[in-house]
Each structure stands twice: as structure tokens, then as C-alpha cells.
């Protein structure tokens, strides 16, 4: 029972770089989250999706990019990578609105440092 | 905006002891509070979700209250363990369309053998 999957689990960037992080879910959900978590932080919602095809800006969209052409996955992308990017980076899942049944599901992270 | 803040940071108990931590947030409109469990380099684990219109929620050695008028949730954790050491964050979530969570920054838990 995979749950969310993410890789790489760990990546060093270059300024100016650019990258993907990969999530990856086999509950067959239809809601994904992507969400960054800086030291002693909380965690901060970047994108989201409800469902294929269809995407949406959170909190902190900038300098990221989105797309969901599956159910199951849901890459995140770094264009042009910048200090400020250094975080680590979380992908969730959830069958739909939230409720006592459905509770997020995360990955276990990608730890990302620009340097 | 959402504010949801966790006092204290950090805490350090001894065995067996029964301990609360708090969660407070500013916006009482809010669909639902979860609690959340994160081990060292792992993922969020959730714990328990309150729904608005609940007061609280028990798993086992765990019980969450919400009170949405005031702007707090606890989290009551019984007969403490050195398994439960780690750092628990409180999130609520909005009722707008993004239906984001807002989280705490957490408070870390040491308990002591």
C-alpha cells in the first residue's frame, strides 16, 4: 500500500536551475496539494488540484508550475531555482472535501537546497 | 487572513504523563481542524479531524476538542510514551474554494523514559 509517493527524496540546485518533483497516488483521489515547509514554519500551500485537468493557485504559487493530466499524478515544477526555493517540499492527497473519513494523506518529502 | 499558532514550541515530559497542547487560530469560520503527527525526515501523519460542528474527537489515548467560538483546539494525549515523541501541528481549514489548510509551526514532544 503505497500511499504518496515522492521523488527524489533529496536535491541540490544551482541558481538559475530548473527541476520537477515528482508526487505520485494510488488511492485513486482526486483532490492533490503541494506544500512547502521552511524551518520552524508552518507548512504553506502551493498549488492544488481538484481533479485532472483542472489546477489552482494557493498561498505561494510563485516561481512553481502545476499540471494534473492523471488522476494519480501530480508533478511540481521549478522553473528558475532561487535561494528562496530552499525548502522542504510536500505532496498530499485527499478523496475529496475533508471529513472525519477522509483526512490528508502526505508524502514523506523532498528536501531541496539552492544554492 | 488565517492565523493558527501552537504554544508552547516545545515540551518535555516524563513517561506516563498526561499532557495538552494547544492550538489556537483567529478566523472561527472554519470548515474543520486536523491534527497532525511528523516524525523526524517523514511526511504528516493525520490524527484526528473535528468537523465545525463538533466538539471533539478520541482515538484511543488521544481526544481533540475544538471550540470555534473562542478560537482553540486541544489535543489530550494519555499515559504519554517515548513513541510519542515528535512534533504535532494543528491545521483549520477554510471554507472558501480553495479549501486550504492553514497550519501551526507545531510544538516538538520529548517524553522521557
Not at chain 2, 516524563?14 to 478566523?27: K, Q
Not at chain 2, 497532525?36 to 466538539?55: A, E, H, M, V, Y
Amino acid at each position: 500500500n503505497a500511499g504518496v509517493t515522492q521523488t527524489p527524496k533529496f536535491r541540490i540546485l544551482k541558481i538559475g536551475q530548473s527541476m520537477t518533483l515528482q508526487c505520485t497516488q494510488d488511492m485513486n483521489h482526486n483532490y492533490m496539494y503541494w506544500y512547502r515547509q521552511d524551518p520552524g514554519m508552518g507548512l504553506k500551500l502551493i498549488y492544488y488540484s481538484v481533479g485532472a485537468g483542472i489546477t489552482d493557485k494557493g498561498e505561494v504559487p510563485n516561481g512553481y508550475n502545476v499540471s494534473r493530466s492523471t488522476t494519480e499524478d501530480f508533478p511540481l515544477r521549478l522553473e528558475l531555482a532561487a535561494p528562496s526555493q530552499t525548502s522542504v517540499y510536500f505532496c498530499a492527497s485527499s478523496p475529496g472535501t475533508l471529513n472525519y473519513n477522509s483526512p490528508l494523506h502526505f508524502g514523506n518529502g523532498t528536501r531541496l537546497t539552492v544554492t | 487572513k488565517q492565523e493558527v499558532t501552537q504554544i508552547p514550541a516545545a515540551l518535555s515530559v516524563p513517561e506516563g504523563e498526561n499532557l495538552v497542547l494547544n492550538c489556537s487560530f483567529t478566523d472561527s469560520a472554519i470548515y474543520n481542524l486536523q491534527w497532525f503527527r511528523q516524525d523526524p525526515g517523514k511526511g504528516l501523519t493525520s490524527l484526528l479531524l473535528i468537523q465545525s460542528s463538533q466538539r471533539e474527537q478520541t482515538s484511543g489515548r488521544l481526544n481533540a476538542s475544538l471550540d470555534k467560538s473562542s478560537g482553540r483546539s486541544t489535543l489530550y494525549i494519555a499515559a504519554s510514551q517515548p513513541g510519542d515523541s515528535a512534533t504535532y501541528l494543528c491545521a483549520a481549514q477554510e471554507v472558501t474554494g480553495a479549501n486550504n489548510l492553514f497550519f501551526g509551526t507545531g510544538t516538538r514532544l520529548t517524553v522521557i523514559p
